[in-house]
């Protein structure tokens, strides 16, 4: 009964191939977050939506688009991967503020 | 923006011993201050938090301290175990901001038995 669930949890392509990252959450929270983890394990912000309205874009190049088809789901669309975007993907939610509630991780490895 | 520093990077302490991890934020407006750990293969988990009207907040044996002049709080874990080990983040945010966490770059603590 997984709060915050991601798919896949490994996920090993190609440069220039295109991509995505799925995430549901199942506790009724309004705000999601996709957070990116490199390999020395830095934890930084891409986007967050409230209630299915971008409120976060950081500088994230544009080959990376997020799409959240309903509150409780929020995806993450990789276009022509390249190396440097080999890292952990996280997805989170919360209701507003207070604790983040994080899934379980995505490891993109780009070949 | 919000700029969080985090130290040490990494700490190794013998078990029962204590472990402390500060960290320093820039923004005065930041008014939330969680911590989380985040065990091997899995994602960062709260084990705890304090808001800026409290100084101190304790849970078992996990405290933290927040001191609002100097702009820096504290994990405190008493009596430490092998299960502790884990990479632990401290993060600050100022919930005007769309409830934007930035987080610091995370300790690594060993708990050697």
């Known amino acids: 009964d997984t709060a915050v669930s991601q798919t896949p949890k490994y996920l090993v392509t190609q440069m220039g191939n295109d991509k995505s990252i799925k995430c549901e959450q199942n506790?009724?929270?309004?705000?999601m977050y996709w957070y990116k983890q490199d390999s020395k394990k830095f934890l930084k912000i891409m986007f967050s939506?409230?209630?299915?309205?971008?409120?976060i874009n950081e500088t994230v190049p544009n080959r990376f688009s997020p799409k959240s088809p309903d509150k409780a789901h929020l995806n993450l669309h990789i276009n022509s991967l390249e190396l440097g975007d080999s890292a952990v993907y996280f997805c989170?939610?919360?209701?507003?503020?207070?604790?983040?509630?994080f899934g379980e991780g995505s490891r993109l490895t780009v070949l | 923006g919000e700029n969080v520093e985090q130290h040490p990077s990494t700490l190794s302490v013998q078990e029962g011993d204590s472990a402390v991890i500060k960290c320093t934020y820039s923004?005065?407006?930041?008014?939330?201050f969680p911590w989380y750990k985040q065990e091997l293969g899995k994602g960062p988990q709260l084990i705890i938090d304090?808001?800026?009207?409290?100084g101190e907040k304790k849970d078992q044996r996990i405290a933290v301290t927040l001191n609002k002049t100097a702009k820096h709080f504290s994990l405190h874990i008493t009596e430490t175990q092998p299960e502790d080990s884990a990479v632990y983040f401290c993060?600050?945010?100022?919930?005007?901001?769309?409830?934007?966490?930035?987080f610091g770059d995370g300790t690594t603590l060993t708990v050697k038995p």
């Open positions: 304090i808001r800026s009207n409290v």
């Open positions: 923004d005065s407006a930041s008014n939330y």
């Open positions: 993060a600050g945010e100022d919930n005007t901001n769309a409830g934007k966490s930035t």
């Open positions: 989170a939610s919360r209701q507003f503020t207070g604790e983040l509630f």
């Open positions: 939506y409230n209630n299915k309205e971008l409120i």
């Open positions: 506790l009724g929270h309004d705000t």
